[in-house]
């Protein structure tokens, strides 16, 4: 079992950054793929960006140049820095751990951006 907690959320000016954190417990976290998922209100959860055990990192196209994606394994942590960040950003923000055929999500952190 992995327990995952978000932090990092709040709200934002349009063009400001936030990072947020994901803290993992319960098992061997280099082990773990990590991803960060959003859900924006009445649209479907979007996949952000993944970070392997060893460090291979994806990004879906609306975030790249803007997101990185990052992981400590020392803290069992993996972080999501948002720059440059967009209205369209506000969302929900969810830590995904996939080990296998398991996965675990965290239970959120809300992200809202105003103009």
């Known amino acids: 079992q992995v327990h995952l907690v978000e932090s990092g959320g709040g709200l934002v000016q349009a063009g400001g950054s936030l990072r947020l954190s994901c803290a993992a417990s319960g098992m061997l976290f280099r082990l773990l793929a990590m991803a960060w998922y959003r859900q924006a209100p009445g649209k479907q959860r979007e996949l952000v960006a993944t970070?392997?055990?060893?460090?291979?990192?994806n990004y879906a196209d609306s975030v790249k140049g803007r997101f990185t994606i990052s992981r400590d394994n020392a803290k069992n942590t993996v972080y999501l820095q948002m720059n440059s960040l967009k209205l369209e950003d506000t969302a929900v923000y969810y830590c995904?751990?996939?080990?296998?055929?398991?996965?675990?999500w965290g239970q959120g952190t809300q992200v809202t951006v105003s103009s």
């Open positions: 970070i392997t055990g060893a460090g291979t990192t």
């Open positions: 995904r751990a996939t080990w296998g055929i398991s996965e675990y």
